[in-house]
């Protein structure tokens, strides 16, 4: 048995369960808090990237780029405009392209988003040479109009399955118990339900765009046919025309694609050249998100600030704590003293305390910032399906290590605080 | 041999300060067990504090073995306290949370004994002495009053000490216990050569000591042999 400085230290804490059980966790808190910030920022921002690794060049119409992502890639967001078909076309042929993957968007089932694309959807990747993003895990891809795949999440959520039908419903959102309009005639069938892949596209319901096509044709010819019945209603009928963007008219383009040219310098003379062009904006998803990272970091400086407070203030409680309880071993130090413990070795005891509640603190803190962590992804991964990996975090090794010198700092002062107050007011202790 | 000369102390509360003791001159020699009496407050706690080096007295010298610990510095007298003497207190003696065996080995350790096994040894000896052989691994806080200052006895003999200062040890002992703790502190010193200074209000068990020493509002009042009690 080896009664070093450390065990006694040990010890001492040990026989005060609930200060050393209370302040240990008042650290643990602040640390979990602090890491997890930051932690939840970066692990957002992989999880943003990953989402977003298989679409190269997305090209939409005029308007908000971080819009035309947020809809395109994330399924957020409503959709900007339709590009003009030919537009698309002419793209399409252009021989430094060399794929291109459509979507048409503006339709939900029960809020989950309906995707018009081709079978070329199910081409993409992450990077060249990477396996297929998208692939069926029961049934088959779509093949003809109004046949649908379904994203694992919304499989699940809704209940669907392959052979059911459902009908989808104009607009982004769903609204529960309002009246909507729903495109009933022409119901889609599910052939084929998605792997999970942790992106937001498991939220959504994939289709041939022809489909979107042909139900507004349809509905095109219905609404003349209303119009022509009641002129009165001619007002809003034109609002419905322009707008084109929540309810847009898709029977003559589509909402968005992706671009694939053959290389990096094709890839710039696109780019430059459709966003010159007066009819459509080409974005490169990394650029936006890189715009949208820096708010996310910003963010998460504002909350790393605060955390550092929090843990300003949880260092000062355990100062205080540690004050506070050797008034109550005043009696322990004298004791120690009278026994042959010099000044310096009370000195060493109550400082290692410090540097063990602090230790321990930033032990479990690390530990539990994994699990607010995991309740985030987990959060984060239902509402949004992006998911948060798990991975270590070089950054926090070094802000415990500052932690734990600021926790030294601390226990000096402690000590000190103690040094000076040794012997004085213990003589009181025992004439008492 | 404890050696007291000139020595005067007052405390001072604020602007106000009370003189609490006043020796001009005590020797305590070798080998002698002296009770020290007195009413409350008249400072007998403080002559024991005084001796070990813990207060420095406001007048006067004390000298132990030669030694004048007043010219010594802190740290020194830190270290000689811890090789020369054994203090035992009413309560408070022990470090909760450490078993006996611990609390007697840390008295050993920073008391210099250098050899780990010789401490155990030593440590192991004396709480067998006191009739602690089943007790020893157990924290001190789940131990009886009797049992604590057993401990008590043992951690402040376990170096060796030439003077045992023990402010009132018994004090909150049952009379059996009062009786077995004093018996076996005695015997011990004995054994051992040291020099006793012991504080107490029971004038039951002054017939043990060669010497009782009686402190009064003024000082000491008496210095004889004990008077046997009828
Ligand atoms: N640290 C201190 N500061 C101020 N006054 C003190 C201090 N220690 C003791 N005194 C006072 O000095 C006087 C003597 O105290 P001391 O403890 O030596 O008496 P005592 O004889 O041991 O009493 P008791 O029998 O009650 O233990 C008392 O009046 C006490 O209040
Ligand atoms: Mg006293």
Same mark, same amino acid.
């Given at each position: 048995?080896?009664?070093?400085?450390?065990?006694?230290?040990?010890r001492?804490?040990?026989?005060?369960?609930?200060?050393?059980?209370?302040?240990?966790?008042?650290?643990?808190?602040?640390?979990?808090?602090?890491?997890?910030?930051?932690?939840?920022?970066?692990?957002i921002?992989?999880?943003?990237?990953?989402?977003?690794?298989?679409?190269?060049?997305?090209?939409?119409?005029?308007?908000?780029?971080?819009?035309?992502?947020?809809?395109?890639?994330?399924?957020?967001?409503?959709?900007?405009?339709?590009?003009?078909?030919?537009?698309?076309?002419?793209?399409?042929?252009?021989?430094?392209?060399?794929?291109?993957?459509?979507?048409?968007?503006?339709?939900?089932?029960?809020?989950?988003?309906?995707?018009?694309?081709?079978?070329?959807?199910?081409?993409?990747?992450?990077?060249?040479?990477?396996?297929?993003?998208?692939?069926?895990?029961?049934?088959?891809?779509?093949?003809h109009?109004f046949?649908?795949?379904?994203?694992?999440k919304?499989?699940?959520?809704?209940?669907?399955?392959?052979?059911?039908?459902?009908?989808?419903?104009?607009?982004?959102?769903?609204?529960?118990?309002?009246?909507?309009?729903?495109?009933?005639?022409?119901?889609?069938?599910?052939?084929?339900?998605?792997?999970?892949?942790?992106?937001?596209?498991?939220?959504?319901?994939?289709?041939?765009?022809?489909?979107?096509?042909?139900?507004?044709?349809?509905?095109?010819?219905?609404?003349?046919d209303?119009?022509?019945?009641?002129?009165?209603?001619?007002?809003?009928?034109?609002?419905?025309?322009?707008?084109?963007?929540?309810?847009?008219?898709?029977?003559?383009?589509?909402?968005?694609?992706?671009?694939?040219?053959?290389?990096?310098?094709?890839?710039?003379?696109?780019y430059?050249?459709?966003?010159?062009?007066?009819?459509?904006?080409?974005?490169?998803?990394?650029?936006?998100?890189?715009?949208?990272?820096?708010?996310?970091?910003?963010?998460?400086?504002?909350?790393?600030a605060?955390?550092?407070?929090?843990?300003?203030?949880?260092?000062?409680?355990?100062?205080?704590?540690?004050?506070?309880?050797?008034?109550?071993?005043?009696?322990?130090?004298?004791?120690?003293?009278?026994?042959?413990?010099?000044?310096?070795?009370?000195?060493?005891?109550?400082?290692?305390?410090?540097?063990?509640?602090?230790?321990?603190?930033?032990?479990?803190?690390?530990?539990?910032?994994?699990?607010?962590?995991?309740?985030?992804?987990y959060?984060?991964?239902?509402?949004?399906?992006?998911?948060?990996?798990?991975?270590?975090?070089?950054?926090?090794?070094?802000?415990?290590?500052?932690?734990?010198?600021?926790?030294?700092?601390?226990?000096?002062?402690?000590?000190l605080?103690?040094?000076?107050?040794?012997?004085?007011?213990?003589?009181?202790?025992?004439?008492? | 041999?404890?050696?007291?000369?000139?020595?005067t102390?007052?405390?001072?509360?604020?602007?106000?300060?009370?003189r609490?003791?006043?020796?001009?001159?005590?020797?305590?020699?070798p080998?002698?067990?002296?009770?020290?009496?007195?009413?409350?407050?008249?400072?007998?706690?403080?002559?024991?504090?005084i001796?070990?080096?813990?207060?420095?007295?406001?007048?006067?010298?004390?000298?132990?073995?030669?030694?004048?610990?007043?010219?010594?510095?802190?740290?020194?007298?830190d270290?000689?306290?811890?090789?020369?003497?054994?203090?035992?207190?009413?309560a408070?003696?022990?470090?909760?949370?450490?078993?006996?065996?611990?609390?007697?080995?840390?008295?050993?350790?920073?008391?210099?004994?250098?050899?780990?096994?010789?401490?155990?040894?030593?440590?192991?000896?004396?709480?067998?002495?006191?009739?602690?052989?089943?007790?020893m691994?157990?924290?001190?806080?789940?131990?009886? +009053?009797?049992?604590?200052?057993r401990? *008590?006895?043992? #951690?402040a $003999?376990v170096?060796? /000490?030439s003077? %045992?200062?023990? @402010?009132?040890?018994?004090?909150?002992?049952?009379?059996?216990?009062?009786?077995?703790?004093?018996?076996?502190?005695?015997?011990?010193?004995?054994?051992?050569?040291?020099?006793?200074?012991?504080?107490? +209000?029971?004038?039951?068990?002054l017939? *043990?000591?060669? #010497?009782? $020493?009686?402190?009064? /509002?003024?000082? %000491?009042?008496? @210095?004889?042999?004990?008077?046997p009690?009828?």
């Open positions: 048995m080896a009664l070093s400085l450390w065990v006694m230290a040990w001492q804490i040990r026989s005060r369960p609930v200060v050393t059980g209370t302040t240990i966790m008042i650290i643990a808190v602040s640390v979990a808090l602090m890491l997890s910030i930051s932690m939840a920022s970066e692990g921002k992989r999880g943003i990237s990953e989402s977003s690794a298989p679409y190269g060049m997305v090209v939409g119409s005029k308007g908000s780029e971080t819009q035309l992502i947020f809809n395109t890639i994330f399924l957020l967001d409503r959709p900007l405009g339709n590009v003009p078909l030919d537009f698309y076309e002419a793209v399409k042929a252009d021989p430094r392209v060399q794929a291109v993957v459509p979507f048409a968007l503006g339709d939900n089932y029960r809020g989950y988003r309906i995707v018009g694309t081709d079978e070329r959807f199910f081409a993409m990747r992450a990077y060249p040479g990477a396996p297929p993003a998208f692939v069926i895990s029961q049934g088959q891809r779509f093949a109009p046949e649908a795949v379904l994203g694992a919304a499989a699940q959520d809704t209940g669907l399955r392959i052979g059911d039908t459902f009908v989808s419903s104009h607009g982004t959102d769903h609204h529960e118990g309002l009246e909507i309009d729903e495109h009933r005639e022409m119901p889609y069938t599910v052939v084929g339900i998605m792997r999970p892949t942790h992106t937001p596209a498991d939220r959504g319901i994939f289709v041939h765009y022809e489909s979107y096509w042909r139900l507004h044709e349809h509905e095109s010819a219905v609404e003349h209303a119009t022509r019945a009641a002129t009165s209603d001619q007002a809003a009928d034109t609002s419905h025309m322009l707008s084109g963007s929540d309810s847009g008219d898709l029977s003559h383009g589509i909402t968005a694609f992706l671009v694939h040219p053959k290389g990096y310098v094709e890839l710039m003379q696109l430059q050249e459709i966003n010159a062009s007066p009819h459509a904006q080409a974005v490169l998803p990394g650029q936006v998100l890189g715009k949208i990272f820096e708010q996310i970091g910003f963010g998460a400086e504002v909350l790393g605060i955390a550092w407070l929090v843990l300003a203030l949880a260092a000062i409680t355990v100062c205080l704590t540690l004050y506070q309880s050797i008034e109550v071993k005043r009696k322990d130090f004298y004791l120690m003293r009278a026994i042959g413990a010099s000044r310096l070795h009370v000195f060493f005891v109550v400082a290692l305390e410090a540097v063990w509640l602090f230790f321990l603190g930033e032990l479990f803190g690390w530990a539990l910032s994994y699990v607010v962590y995991a309740f985030l992804a959060g984060i991964g239902e509402r949004l399906s992006i998911a948060m990996p798990f991975f270590f975090d070089a950054g926090a090794a070094w802000k415990l290590a500052l932690l734990l010198i600021g926790g030294l700092v601390v226990a000096v002062m402690t000590a605080l103690t040094y000076r107050t040794q012997l004085d007011s213990a003589l009181r202790v025992e004439a008492s | 041999m404890i050696e007291i000369v000139e020595v102390h007052t405390y001072r509360i604020g602007k106000e300060t009370i609490v003791l006043e020796i001009p001159s005590l020797v305590v020699g080998g002698e067990r002296v009770a020290v009496v007195g009413p409350s407050g008249s400072g007998k706690s403080t002559l024991i504090q001796i070990a080096g813990l207060t420095l007295p406001t007048t006067g010298r004390v000298v132990i073995d030669g030694v004048d610990i007043g010219v010594l510095g802190e740290s020194q007298r270290r000689f306290r811890a090789r020369r003497m054994g203090l035992i207190f009413q408070f003696n022990l470090l909760g949370g450490f078993t006996a065996l611990e609390n007697v080995l840390m008295a050993a350790m920073w008391s210099g004994i250098k050899n780990k096994s010789e401490r155990l040894q030593a440590a192991t000896a004396l709480l067998h002495r006191v009739g602690l052989n089943d007790r691994h157990v924290d001190v806080r789940r131990l009886s +009053h009797g049992e604590k200052q401990v *008590a006895i043992a #951690r $003999l170096h060796q /000490p003077i %045992v200062l023990a @402010d009132e040890p018994t004090a909150s002992l049952d009379p059996v216990n009062k009786t077995v703790v004093l018996d076996e502190l005695l015997a011990l010193v004995r054994e051992k050569g040291a020099t006793l200074v012991f504080v107490t +209000h029971d004038t039951t068990l017939s *043990a000591f060669t #010497r009782v $020493l009686t402190l009064g /509002p003024g000082g %000491v009042v008496s @210095d004889r042999s004990p008077v009690v009828g």
